[in-house]
């Protein structure tokens, strides 16, 4: 029979071979550093925040294959932290209850964690939600039933977890809590590090009928913001556990299963989160290049049709180029203006002709 994580007799104390996540730790520093450097190039950082805060509920919710309405949860989340929307759209309560659940995450770092909070949370996640075959009570832990995480026939199910049972969960909630407050300002415990294991803590002890995974990652997300309260702006590690879904469900089964030596799972956490941090750097270099292009072409004669395409290839959209047939989709226009449109914009110097002709002629960003 599988002992789990949480009946190991040395649970919660979780050890790992720091030896082995040094260097892991050390790239992640490093670019975090970078990243604060190239930040600074951005002309509209607070819009660059929003996006990347807005990322990373989108993704958190697509990881339980949850789909949120995108613009309505921009427009709560920019209300809610102060930053103009230039395109604000209708929101509703459950837009409203996700921007409240990032807003907790990643403000007021100094206050401690408190069970009212989490309830609060999965209270945001759950009230205005419509679209539930069963129905949760927002901001109640769950009730008596085991607890599992199952697939496979009926008759011989695979159980991939177990959760520890309802009757250890208040007291489970007061060691987690206290830690995740204790250890705060704890010198002696690399932040970094300490983000990882409140993410693997707290799904462990799954508190909730539904949800955990995502209160889990806010709290991920705050551990972070108080490890660097200014690049958890800027990049959104959900969005890099949503890349590699089946590997995230793997390494959580692997270490809910191997004893309370976390080291693969922080590797795992390290290695994503580093990836994270490298798709906000590239986001940034795209960012500032499309500024710098067009700074350089203000002067130009251009339809908003030509800068809709621009504005998507400089966003790294179509990376072999666009075509007559691609423009056309894009902008919305004839096949005969989209051919027009192109010759334009390689007249103006915008666009370049890449190698091959007819059908396969295609079109690029002149940098």
């Known amino acids: 029979m599988t002992?789990?994580?949480?009946?190991?007799?040395?649970w919660p104390n979780m050890v790992w071979q720091q030896q082995q996540l040094a260097p892991l730790l050390r790239g992640v520093y490093d670019r975090l550093g970078q990243l604060k450097g190239k930040s600074?190039?951005?002309?509209?950082?607070?819009?660059f925040s929003l996006d990347t805060l807005l990322a990373n509920i989108v993704a958190s919710s697509a990881i339980e294959s949850e789909k949120v309405d995108v613009y309505a949860v921009r427009s709560s989340l920019a209300r809610q932290l102060g930053i103009n929307d230039k395109s604000p759209v209708k929101t509703d309560g459950s837009s409203e209850g996700l921007a409240s659940l990032m807003r907790s995450a990643v403000t007021d770092l100094d206050e401690p964690i408190k069970l009212e909070r989490l309830l609060n949370w999965h209270r945001w996640l759950f009230e205005h939600h419509e679209s539930l075959m069963q129905r949760v009570e927002p901001g109640v832990l769950r009730g008596g039933a085991l607890m599992q995480i199952v697939s496979g026939p009926i008759t011989r199910p695979t159980v991939h977890f177990e959760a520890p049972p309802r009757a250890n969960i208040e007291t489970e909630l007061e060691s987690f809590v206290n830690w995740y407050n204790e250890t705060q300002q704890d010198?002696?415990?690399?932040p970094l590090l300490r983000a990882a294991i409140a993410h693997l803590w707290f799904v462990t002890i799954h508190p909730f009928e539904d949800g955990n995974g995502r209160i889990t990652r806010a709290?991920?997300?705050?551990a972070l913001a108080q490890a660097d309260r200014q690049s958890i702006r800027l990049f959104a590690m959900s969005e890099a556990i949503l890349a590699n879904r089946t590997g995230y469900y793997d390494i959580l089964e692997y270490t809910q299963k191997h004893g309370v030596d976390i080291t693969p799972w922080l590797v795992w956490f390290l290695q994503t989160l580093a990836e994270a941090v490298d798709a906000a750097l590239i986001k940034i270099d795209r960012v500032v290049a499309k500024a710098k292009f067009w700074a350089h072409h203000a002067d130009k004669n251009i339809q908003p049709n030509q800068q809709k395409v621009i504005n998507r290839l400089l966003d790294g959209d179509f990376s072999d180029g666009i075509n007559a047939s691609q423009y056309k989709s894009v902008a919305k226009v004839s096949k005969a203006t989209a051919t027009r449109h192109l010759a334009d914009m390689v007249a103006q110097g915008l666009l370049y002709k890449t190698q091959g002709g007819g059908r396969s002629t295609r079109y690029k960003v002149l940098i």
Do not use: G, I, S
């Not at 600074?40 to 819009?47: D, K, R």
């Not at 709290?219 to 705050?222: E, G, P, Q």
């Open 3 to 10: 002992a789990w994580l949480w009946q190991h007799k040395d």
């Open 219 to 222: 709290l991920t997300d705050r």
């Open 187 to 190: 010198l002696h415990y690399d």
């Open 40 to 47: 600074a190039l951005v002309e509209n950082n607070a819009e």
